[in-house]
Structure formats: C-alpha cells, structure tokens
C-alpha cells in the first residue's frame, strides 16, 4: 500500500482495490505465523514476569525495588521477543 503510485485518500479504498485485484485471502496473508507466534510468546512473558515477581516478592511490600523490577520486566520481554521476533520476520 506505501508503493503503490496511486494515492488514496481512504483505507476503504485500498481495501476495496486489493480485494477487487488479488482477492479477500489476500488481506489475510501472513497472519497465521503471527497469530501462531503470540500465543506461546505471551504465555512465556506472563510465566517469567509473574514468578520474577514471586521471586523477588515485588508485590508483597510497599517499597519500590528498581534493580528487582528492571530485571523481572527485562526477563520477560527478552523470552517473549525471543519468541515473537522469528515468528514476525515470516
């Protein structure tokens, strides 16, 4: 749609031509890898974040940990991009 030398001024329109010319499937190419990357890259974000969370006892006091909460949070983005960036580059 960025390539394309005709400019639209509506996403309807673009639409409307990408199904007129390649079809409705068309639209949907490549979401599968996508859809099939999230579930398990989430799974493993919510899994690390919540038990660097129990193991660091983040929620269990009022104070506020930054060493311990910067970690708990990097884990966890790290095993999800882990994850997710392989599946996105499909």
């Given amino acids: 749609m960025q390539a394309s030398s005709s400019r639209s001024s509506h996403l309807s329109e673009v639409f409307y031509k990408i199904y007129e010319t390649e079809g409705f499937l068309r639209l949907w190419r490549g979401v599968s890898s996508v859809v099939l990357g999230c579930v398990p890259a989430h799974a493993a974000y919510f899994s690390i974040y919540e038990m660097g969370k129990r193991k660091f006892n ?33």
């Fill in 58 to 90: 983040i929620e269990s006091n009022n104070e506020m940990y930054l060493f311990s909460t910067m970690l708990t949070g990097g884990m966890a983005t790290i095993s999800h991009d882990f994850i997710m960036t392989p599946m996105d580059g499909t």
